[in-house]
């Protein structure tokens, strides 16, 4: 089944939204735009809940990002069809199209990422799976410490996604990585933030400033003296990842994740 393409945008990006309306259009992809949680519609009683219960105070921002994605896999659910979940500030490969197609005669997990940023990854040594046509290998995805901006999820991943949010709160991309649910990860990347493509693309200049705000380092240090629970988890997690790395040794590697070459030529022409 193709997946539904959903578009996180907030009413206040109209920027954003054209942006990423236009790579669409030139792809000849069609897409949902999904309404994202702006940070003053987080109430006090939900921030209270929920901003505590990661490794470090989350901010309202952090909290109404999770809640846009979370409505996104509320969608998946619902409509019980995968979808790809995409940000609106990624640029997308003009491969994106041809490997949609092929999505029906690949082997994939109940998540597959899209992006990346060119940054290390601990993933398989060997390819998961591969999409000939477009030339996309999938690999294992054992660690990911960034990047939400562009994934495929089916129902059974949406539903375990949902489940966990109800009590559990971290910002979208490490919610992801935290969750327990195998994952692949495309390569070449399909997507990547243009903010984060300004450094490492031979000068090209990002068009967007992040919209997402992180409590103060002060505030931070603060929470770790008053509530020591967030060194504990912090820690756990730690060793967590740790394990997770020590368990796949033998068939995982850490390394970079090569962007799709075209990403680029279509930052260029969208700027």
Known sequence: ????????????????????????????????????????????????????????????????????????????VDSN????????????????????????EIDVLDILNLETRGAE?????????????????????????GGSGGYLVRPAAARRLLHRAKHYAAPSDAFLNLAGIPRLQAEPGLATPLYTSAGAQDGFRGAFKTTISQPSRQSRLDAFVR????????????????????RTLRNGVKRPIAVCPTILDHATRSA
């Not at 109430?43 to 909290?63: A, H, I, K, V």
């Not at 979940?85 to 092929?102: F, H, Q, Y």
């Open 121 to 145: 990854k601990w993933v398989s040594r060997k390819p998961y799976s591969s999409a000939p046509k477009s030339g996309i290998q999938h690999f294992r995805l054992f660690v990911d410490r």
């Open 1 to 76: 089944m193709v997946p539904e393409i959903l578009v996180i945008n907030l009413d206040r990006s109209p920027d954003r939204l054209a942006f990423i309306a236009s790579q669409m259009q030139r792809l000849g992809l069609e897409f949902t735009r999904l309404r994202a949680t702006d940070a003053t519609m987080i109430g006090d009683d939900e921030f209270d809940r929920l901003s505590g219960t990661y490794m470090r105070p989350l901010s309202r921002s952090e909290l109404a990002c999770l809640h846009s994605h979370s409505r996104a896999w509320r969608h998946c």
């Open 81 to 104: 069809r995968p979808v790809l979940v995409l940000e609106d500030d990624v640029v997308l490969s003009e491969k994106l199209p041809s490997w949609l197609a092929e999505l029906n």
């Open 227 to 246: 509530r020591p629970q967030f060194k504990l988890r912090r820690l756990a997690g730690h060793l967590a990842m740790t394990a997770r790395k020590l």
